[in-house]
């Protein structure tokens, strides 16, 4: 946010890991335009929102994508770091006393005195354990716990509108998931409120959905996990989406005029 504010840029990603996985400067040689991504590893929708008027407040926008998915479209996923920010840009003096602050300069400080890289985020379980621990203990709590987001539908209605009234392309990106993940949806019987995500997002804005049973998402070597695609996925969804070169993404045409 920091960045942004003083380099605001017209054109921007919102989403969580998936999203951020995209390379600006690829998006760059895709489109000839440039983008800034605004995505953040584990967002919520909460902090989609946030961050859309923190952008919209600073800038022109020109075009807007959001990432959502089933677990993100999600009452029940209420993280709000976007907040963060604007309580250190009021008070400095809160930046000092962080958690997160605090803790990444232990990590920084203990680096530096020993030599020893604690690579931070590096899984310590073999590939199929880790498969399975973010299936059951990150998809599966997310969905367990799921409560349709009727009070984040009204809010990105308020930014679908908002965006018609300026002139702004406004897009989502439902992201591959691997058939795994997409057998949760029915173990946890959630088939309605899947499919309500698709008709409420196509009623706002351009839809392109990935995530549904083919060739890419039927394979475990496209997947670094059952929710996050490979690089040469991501280069897919680029060609897709920013070029035109539709093979696997459904397009759905907005119904709301935009």
């Given at each position: 946010?920091?960045?942004?504010?003083?380099?605001?840029?017209?054109?921007?990603?919102?989403?969580?890991?998936?999203?951020?996985?995209?390379?600006?400067?690829?998006?760059?040689?895709?489109?000839?335009?440039?983008?800034?991504?605004?995505?953040?590893?584990g967002a919520s929708l909460r902090e989609m929102i946030d961050t859309f008027w923190f952008a919209a407040r600073r800038?022109?926008?020109?075009?807007?994508?959001?990432?959502?998915?089933?677990?993100?479209?999600?009452?029940?996923?209420?993280?709000?770091?976007?907040?963060?920010?604007?309580?250190?840009?009021?008070?400095?003096?809160?930046?000092?006393?962080?958690?997160?602050?605090?803790?990444s300069a232990l990590y920084g400080a203990h680096s530096t005195l020993t030599g020893v890289d604690p690579q931070?985020?590096?899984?310590?379980?073999?590939?199929?354990?880790?498969?399975?621990?973010?299936?059951?203990?990150?998809?599966?709590?997310?969905?367990?716990?799921?409560?349709?987001?009727?009070?984040?539908?009204?809010?990105?209605?308020?930014?679908?509108?908002?965006?018609?009234?300026?002139?702004?392309?406004?897009?989502?990106?439902?992201?591959?998931?691997?058939?795994?993940?997409?057998?949760?949806?029915?173990?946890?019987?959630?088939?309605?409120?899947?499919?309500?995500?698709?008709?409420?997002?196509?009623?706002?804005?351009?839809?392109?959905?990935?995530?549904?049973?083919?060739?890419?998402?039927?394979?475990?070597?496209?997947?670094?996990?059952?929710?996050?695609?490979?690089?040469?996925?991501?280069?897919?969804?680029?060609?897709?989406?920013?070029?035109?070169?539709?093979?696997?993404?459904?397009?759905?045409?907005?119904?709301?005029?935009?």
């Open positions: 946010m920091n960045l942004f504010r003083r380099a605001p840029q017209g054109k921007i990603l919102l989403g969580d890991s998936r999203m951020l996985a995209l390379r600006t400067e690829r998006l760059r040689e895709a489109s000839g335009e440039d983008y800034f991504n605004f995505a953040y590893g800038t022109k926008l020109e075009k807007v994508y959001i990432g959502l998915s089933l677990n993100v479209y999600n009452d029940y996923n209420v993280t709000d770091r976007a907040k963060l920010f604007t309580s250190v840009e009021e008070n400095p003096a809160l930046y000092f006393v962080n958690r997160t602050v605090l803790e931070l985020g590096v899984p310590t379980m073999t590939r199929d354990a880790f498969w399975q621990d973010q299936l059951q203990n990150v998809t599966g709590a997310y969905y367990k716990s799921y409560v349709y987001p009727s009070k984040y539908k009204q809010e990105l209605r308020k930014i679908a509108d908002y965006c018609r009234e300026h002139g702004i392309e406004f897009s989502f990106i439902i992201f591959p998931t691997h058939a795994d993940a997409r057998r949760l949806v029915a173990d946890f019987r959630l088939e309605r409120e899947n499919e309500l995500l698709r008709r409420d997002l196509a009623g706002l804005a351009t839809v392109y959905d990935f995530d549904y049973e083919n060739e890419v998402t039927t394979n475990a070597a496209n997947f670094d996990d059952p929710n996050h695609y490979t690089r040469p996925v991501g280069e897919m969804i680029v060609r897709e989406v920013w070029q035109g070169r539709r093979q696997y993404a459904r397009k759905y045409e907005s119904t709301s005029g935009l």
